[in-house]
Structure formats: C-alpha cells, structure tokens
C-alpha cells in the first residue's frame, strides 16, 4: 500500500510540474511575443458566444486598462507556472489556472482550455499527491510548527 502511494505522489507531482511547464510556457509566449489585450476587445465584443456581461466587462474595465492587463495576464500565466513547477502554493496556483480558463472559455476561446481545467480539477482532488515532491511539501512541517508556536 505504501508503494502505491509512494508511485501516485511521483505521479500526481510530475503531472503538476508538467501542467506548470504548460502554464510558463504560456506566459512566457506572451511575454516575449507582444502580447496585447486592446485587438482582443473588439473580438470579444463581436462574438456570439460570450455572454452579454462578459462583453460588457471586457468593453467597461479590459479596454480601458487594457495596458495594465497586457502585463498582469502573462505575469499571471507565469507565476502559475512557477507555482506549480516548484510546487509551492500548488493549490492557489491551481485554483488560478481554473480562473484563467474559465475566462478564456468566457472570451469563447476555446482550445484546450476545457482539457485543462480537467487536469487542475484532477490535480485539486488528488493535491495530497501532487505535493509529494515540492518545495511546500518541505516547508509545511516548519509552518505548522510555527503556527503551533505562535498561537495562530
């Protein structure tokens, strides 16, 4: 039984760094290929799919600031990425690849993003797992003792 553990916990953790290496990969593209919101927003605006508060939302607060968001999308894309190869924060950093996608899908953007948020929700279920090999896995033990030593 400790060897099927021991053989999930390897496999749920090279399933969250490769998810992880997708998400770098990702932000990083975005990054050095100059990556712009503002031509998105009249896409979204046309689309026939995205809901009416969506188109709105993109229109009233993404167009407006779309230069703010030109820098946090990528950023976004590449801490979730670093989260997860590191496996430090895994489930916050899993928890914003599945917000990510969602919105994407809600800009009717639909590649592979539903496959990823299956593999996030596989990676949420099984988190005990796919923290076997991490960094947080290592500091966990020191947080709690100092959250028992501190009161917290």
């Given at each position: 039984m400790k060897?099927?553990?021991l ?12 998810f ?8 990083y ?22 809901p ?7 229109a009233?607060?993404?167009?407006p600031?779309a230069?703010v968001?030109?820098?946090v999308?990528?950023?976004?894309e590449?801490l979730?990425?670093?989260?997860l ?12 690849s ?23 929700v596989?990676?949420l ?12 896995r290592w ?6 003792n100092r ?6």
């Open positions: 060897v099927i553990y053989l999930a916990g390897y496999g749920f953790s090279l399933l969250r760094v490769v992880g290496l997708m998400w770098f990969k990702s932000g593209a975005k990054i050095s290929g100059g990556f712009g919101v503002e031509s998105l927003v009249p896409v979204v605006a046309a689309n026939a799919d995205s009416v508060w969506y188109k709105h939302f993109f009233q607060v993404v167009g600031y230069n968001f030109d820098l999308i990528p950023i976004g590449l979730i990425g670093v989260g190869v590191l496996g430090l924060l895994a489930v916050p950093a899993i928890v914003m599945v917000f990510v996608n969602v919105n994407y899908i809600l800009a009717d953007m639909i590649f592979t993003y539903p496959a990823e948020i299956m593999l996030a596989i990676l279920v099984g988190h005990k797992f796919s923290t076997a090999v991490s960094i947080e500091l966990y033990p020191k947080w709690k959250r028992l030593d501190t009161g917290m």
